[in-house]
């Protein structure tokens, strides 16, 4: 007998989000036509298994972290395995170690297209607490398909800037809390009638795009506007402005995306890392010139041993500079 669910419901949170996963969890209707799938931002590392068995605690539902090739079954709840991209093709699981989305793997974002592809307007989308705007673009996928888009109350989340990214960006069809989540769903399955509806070109392809490790340069033309004047971050790559998304958004053709939000963090980033490898080499050529003096002193070469003073002095002073440079870095406002 197929155990296939009609509908998917797919779950993006970040910080603050396991707290709300677990409250979340707990009012989700059992016997629903429905999989649910959660992408939770946070650490690269093994939480995965922490975060199954913490909300095995809070429901009478299946969980468990998603297998690469597995069937989707009903009334079973599925967690990205982390530094791995969730994907839904076919009824079954595929993952992925692509680039990553927002400085992020498993991205929300992606999990989110490929809803919108594989279940269109049977594909209902929630987002929870969590910093920044993931989770906006892969929202209006679903929202451009025909699914159904809900959002965790801002006022109840713990860190609100998702939720409310979501919703100055586009119209959602339910604002709640997150205990009314959960009959939500169950209302929505219930009154949701006719046949599922086309996905937009380019949602699909993006959707596909994440399926490979790297596509062509020609692939992201197709849903991009223009080649910015942006670099790549990640791999140094031009960055194409894509069209037809909600929030403004940057991809290369390796496969990093960015919102401008995330844009901006992740340079820097970057720059912050280049700077301290660029004043790890300054720090080693001061000491460098500290051993030239004192050897040109001990052969009497006093007038070679004042240059390099003079050497150590102006590398004293450019990297006191490049110091200041990267703690105003560090603590720039990115809002």
């Given amino acids: 007998m197929a155990t296939s669910p009609k509908f998917i419901v797919v779950i993006g949170a970040s910080a603050g989000g396991l ?8 009012h989700l209707e059992k016997g629903q036509d429905v999989a649910y799938c959660i992408v939770l931002h946070l650490s690269r590392k093994g939480i995965g298994d922490f975060v199954v068995h913490r909300l095995k605690q809070f429901t009478s539902l299946s969980c468990s972290l998603a297998a ?60 929870l607490s969590g910093l920044m705007d993931d989770g906006t673009s892969g929202m209006w996928a679903i929202k451009r398909s025909g699914g159904t888009c809900l959002v965790q109350d801002p006022n109840q989340a713990e860190y609100p800037d998702m939720p409310v990214s979501v919703l100055n960006h586009m ?37 596909q795009i994440a399926e490979h490790t790297a596509v062509g340069i020609d692939d992201v033309q197709k849903i991009g506007v223009a080649q910015s004047v942006f670099a790549c971050p990640d791999c140094g790559g031009g960055l194409w402005k894509l069209k037809d998304d909600v929030i403004p958004r940057y991809r290369c053709h390796i496969g990093h995306a960015y919102t401008e939000r995330d844009l901006i963090v ?4 970057t720059a912050g890392t280049t700077l301290w490898v660029a004043l790890r080499m300054m720090e080693e050529r001061k000491h460098l010139l500290r051993k030239m003096e004192v050897d040109n002193q001990a052969r009497g070469f006093t007038q070679w041993a004042a240059i390099n003073v003079e050497k150590q002095d102006e590398m004293q002073r450019h990297i006191d500079k490049l110091k200041e440079i990267l703690y105003d870095l560090q603590n720039h406002d990115t809002a």
């Fill in 266 to 269: 992740k340079q820097a980033e």
């Fill in 19 to 26: 707290n709300a996963l677990t409250e979340l969890v707990y």
């Fill in 171 to 207: 119209e959602v069809d339910h604002v709640a809390a997150l205990a009314g989540l959960g009959p939500l769903i169950a209302t929505i399955i219930g009154q949701a009638t006719g046949e599922k509806k086309p996905v937009p070109a380019d949602v699909m392809a993006e959707s």
């Fill in 68 to 127: 690469d090739g597995a069937p989707l079954e009903r009334d079973h709840i599925y967690v990205a395995r982390p530094n791995q991209h969730l994907l839904i093709k076919d009824d079954k699981f595929l993952l992925g170690a692509g680039p990553e989305e927002n400085r992020f793997r498993p991205s929300i974002d992606v999990l989110f297209r490929s809803a919108a592809v594989a279940y269109s307007s049977r594909a209902i989308g929630i987002i």
